[in-house]
């Protein structure tokens, strides 16, 4: 079960737009439309932020965007907040397990 | 208000066993599958096991699949994981997780308790 992939750090300024990339298989992530991204800052449990692939929770900012394209899914955090600072992390459905990515350290300059 | 509130977490040698709850209020308990999820101390985050509602089919990683059970009591509304032969690597702390959708499983979750620590050291 090889975890997804997804770039270890990322960093942006207050404003700007940063996009974290996960990449998967035809498994996966280009299979299905059950990927997820998930928001934690230090020493709370995850948070759901983008859902079936591009779909936001009630109560989560639009500045949240979500997209796939083949194995590859999205996340798009646009005009960057210093409470943005956080590891996100991504999810795919497999129909007999759940697939996380190794996680993002996001830096807000 | 849905919550999500684990326990059942601790200190465990090598070898043993503990047994984790979830209990679950402020939705539909039985129109839910639900997942245990785990993050080892600086970590990721690793999917562990999953059921079903009503909970006739379970899920699990390799890595714990023949150690550790799943299971449901609609009745009490609470969510178990009991882990045998617990091993060092097990350290970490453990969430129970709701999916976003009713009837599906290990798809995504849209609620997550506040995770209870578990140590497996001699």
């Known amino acids: 079960q090889s975890a997804l992939t997804q770039p270890a750090s990322v960093s942006g300024s207050p404003g700007q737009s940063i996009t974290i990339s996960c990449t998967g298989t035809?498994?996966?992530?280009?299979?299905?439309?059950?990927v997820s991204w998930y928001q934690q800052h230090p020493g709370k449990a995850p948070k759901l932020i983008i859902y079936?692939?591009?779909d936001r929770p009630s109560g989560i900012s639009n500045r949240f965007s979500g997209s796939k394209s083949g194995n590859t899914a999205s996340l798009t955090i646009s005009g960057l907040q210093a409470e943005d600072e956080a590891d996100y992390y991504c999810?795919?459905?497999?129909?007999?397990?759940?697939?996380f990515g190794g996680g993002t350290k996001l830096t807000v300059l | 208000e849905l919550q999500l509130l684990e326990s059942g977490g601790g200190l465990v040698q090598p070898g043993g066993s503990l047994r984790l709850s979830c209990a679950a209020s402020?939705?539909?308990?039985?129109?839910?599958?639900m997942s245990w999820i785990r993050q080892a101390p600086g970590k990721g985050l690793e999917w562990v096991s999953a059921?079903?509602?009503?909970?006739?089919?379970?899920f699990y990683e390799d890595a714990v699949r023949g150690r550790f059970t799943i299971s449901r009591d609609t009745s009490r509304n609470t969510l178990y994981l009991q882990m045998n032969s617990l091993r060092v690597e097990d350290t970490a702390i453990y969430y129970c997780?709701?999916?976003?959708?009713?009837?599906?499983?290990?798809?995504?979750?849209?609620?997550w308790g506040q995770g209870t620590l578990v140590t497996v050291s001699s």
């Open positions: 997780a709701k999916e976003v959708h009713p009837n599906m499983v290990v798809t995504n979750f849209d609620f």
């Open positions: 402020g939705f539909t308990f039985s129109n839910y599958g």
């Open positions: 059921i079903n509602n009503p909970g006739g089919v379970t």
């Open positions: 035809s498994s996966d992530v280009n299979h299905y439309k059950y």
């Open positions: 079936d692939v591009s």
């Open positions: 999810s795919s459905y497999t129909t007999t397990d759940t697939k």
